[in-house]
């Protein structure tokens, strides 16, 4: 059978992704929804036309990590698409955040993304689709969101180098750098009302983010980046000295 994966399903971005689905991979047969609140994603798979399977888990546990590999040995499917949007960002200086928030947002940001792909890649077929939810903080280090920043370059990172060692396989890995989105990661996060940053710059619509990283993975491109403001971002972050970036790009 083939399927889709969809990490961080529960709300925000990943919800989006799930609803976005079909339209976009009608090849595939069936989702499964991964996120830890099981409410939120039996109610978002009683809203698709597919067939969903809700996995509810901590990406940060080895343990259900484990399942996860479990689950796709006994059901052996086709992974047509995997797409790693759960993630997490709190904002402080990082000499302020408490010790386990900083491991948080490493372990699910970069250490669940990267074994959520390797135990999905077996099963991976000639012309599957990985997305991998980075962020427009991965272009330069954002202080007061150092460990997130820093978390989200090794995301643009690693798909860059994975998708030059999948292209063999015609495997398509596309990194998505959106900018800010107004979803619950501004609450989890405490963002919301205190950042300036974060009050001055033009939001993204994560149902267009969501459909426009369809169609950059479906056309191979590496990296998607959602309205010209922060194209221009990215253009202006590889061209000038990251010591001077970093001096304006405080969040
Ligand atoms: N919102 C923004 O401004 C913004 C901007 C650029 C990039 N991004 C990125 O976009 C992605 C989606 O974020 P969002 O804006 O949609 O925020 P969100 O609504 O808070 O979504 C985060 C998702 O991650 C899941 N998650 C959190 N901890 C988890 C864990 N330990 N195990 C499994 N799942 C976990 C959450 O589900 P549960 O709580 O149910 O586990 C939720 O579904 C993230 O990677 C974020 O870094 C966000």
Known sequence: MKIAIITGASSGLGKEYALQ???????????WLVARRKALLDELAAKLTLPSVCVPLDLTSDTD???????????QPEVQVLVNCAGCGYLANVAETDPELLARMCDLNMRAMTLVTRIALPYMPEGGHIVNVSS????????RMTVYSSTKAYVSSFSLGLREELRDRKISVTAVCSGPMDTEFLDVGEIRGNSKMFKTLPYCDPKKVASGSYKAAKADKAFHTPRAFFKLYRFIAKVTPSTIVVKLAKT
């Not at 689905?21 to 989702?31: D, G, H």
């Not at 427009?136 to 202080?143: D, K, T």
Request: aromatic share 6%; glycine share 4%; with cysteine.
């Open 136 to 143: 427009i903080a991965s272009f330069c280090p954002n202080a």
């Open 65 to 75: 990590l484990g399942i996860l590999s479990r689950k796709l040995e006994e059901e």
């Open 21 to 31: 689905l079909s339209e976009n991979f009608p090849e595939v047969e069936a989702v």
